[in-house]
DNA sequence: ATGTCC
């Protein structure tokens, strides 16, 4: 059998693209990397691997812990990485869902072409950064009090229809509709309240970013057409998460249960794995914590998204709805949800991996997805009515330089991640590295002359979000593709960025 | 990712 070596971690290839750390030692199941060999060797130089085998020390791991393509290292497990863990004998743990709660993506088509963006680009890109506050700290679409952030929490999208600011379809067009019914904004502090109240509506710093992007290519015509994507359009993508609440909510958190459940933390490799057992107070607080800031989130993509609506009526001057302005879809990449898997069973009624399985067994599960995105198949009750016969839309954001990818959940995705596949382009260089070999004034000129316009509010952050830092998103969503969990249906160019 | 340390 091949094999791959990197450090103290000896992988054995199972097939094409699928490479498995055998159980040993304390690990509660085999680890898997989905990835090319190419990818393995970038997510082989830092500590995902090690994260990755951590993490099947947790409690109630199943089947197998997950790496995607994309995967890099993060607070105690990796982005990219996926956990399905047992929500009965199992645990939950912040460091697998990341500090970014409900992190995601959504797109918003357009039925406009290049034609009609063409010497808009600059007065474009200057509405938008205008219009959308982005950057650290305060500022948002919406000035709200902590009541009104309570009912955001509460209700998410529920309550963004009802103000206004979404509508029907925009709901329809959303994973879970927009809105996690168990969530408990008691659960959720005074403090993180304070910090999200006026950032409703804010893109935020880092890699979150709001582009107008232009389709290049449509790989599978029939799926495009049911997303209503076609090659020269125009559309928005638009990538943020819940911000200084979401933040403090995975803060708090992580406090409370490193020391209430010290003593499971005391058998776990890492401390940044701290996880509260299922069942236990703990577990079922941050859940409704965690639910009310995935809430939060979807209503600040919202806000973004309909801010956006408005600035574009502005500068083309004519009603939203008379541009095809709606949402194709909204799908979160830092989330944990319950969801029913298909797991194995070993003979002690334990989860395991393949080889010592004994039976198949239907178990409700917390699906810890971090920078990994939902992608459920054709059929899946999940998936929407208008792409159910095609499959969950999954956009997959490149850099600001080399596009972003539309994919449909694959028939593998089940099988192999829990029903997730990539989320991005992936890191190769860490932000303070990036500093040093890029200059932001130098990446904004360079991306101009491929008629890409840039706009945002530290060169530092353009510098970091160099395309160079990233991994080849081509290399990334190849792999997808070739395994099946999340099929290329479109891919997009950019037109304008604005960001953090 | 993040009022990049209460």
Known sequence: MKTYTAGDVTLERVREYVWEIPREGKMGTPARVLASERLLSQISEDKTLQQLRNATQLPGVTKYAVCMPDGHQGYGFPVGGVAGIDAENGCISPGAVGYDINCGVRMMRTNLTMDDVRGHEEELVDALFDAIPSGLGGGGVVESGIDTVNEVLERGMAWALDEGYATDADLAHCEDEGVREESDPSAVSTKAKNRGKN????????????????????????????????????????????????????????????????????????RELAAAPAGSRLAEEYYAAMGAAINFAWVNRQLVMHRTREVFEDVFDRPWRTMGMELLYDVAHNIAKKETHVVRVGPEGRPVGDGEAVEREEREL??????????????????????????????????????????????????????????????????????????????????????????????????????????????????????????????????????G
Request: proline share 4%.
């Open 199 to 270: 950032q409703l509506g804010s893109l935020g710093s880092g890699n979150h970013f709001l582009e107008v992007q232009r389709v290049t290519d449509v790989f599978r015509e029939e799926v495009a057409d049911a997303y209503g994507l076609s090659e020269g359009q125009v559309v928005v993508l638009i990538h943020c998460g819940s911000r200084g609440l979401g933040h403090q909510v995975c803060t708090d958190y992580l406090r409370k249960i490193e020391k209430r459940h010290s003593g499971l933390l005391s058998k776990l490799p890492d």
């Open 366 to 499: 917390f699906v810890h997805r971090k920078g990994a995105t939902r992608a459920f198949p054709a059929g899946h009750p999940e998936v929407p009515g208008a792409y159910l016969d095609v499959g969950q839309p999954v956009i997959i954001p490149g850099s600001m330089g080399t596009g972003s990818y539309v994919l449909r959940g694959g028939e593998a995705s089940m099988e192999l991640g829990f029903g997730s596949t990539a989320h991005g382009a992936g890191r190769v260089m860490s932000r303070t590295q990036a500093k040093k070999d890029y200059w932001g004034g130098d990446v904004r000129e360079e991306l101009e002359r491929e008629h890409i316009y840039v706009k945002a509010q530290s060169g530092a952050t353009v510098a970091e979000e160099a395309p160079g830092v990233y991994k080849d998103v081509d290399e990334v969503v190849r792999v997808s593709d070739a395994l099946g969990i999340g099929d290329t249906v479109a891919r997009t160019f950019p037109v304008c960025n604005i960001k």
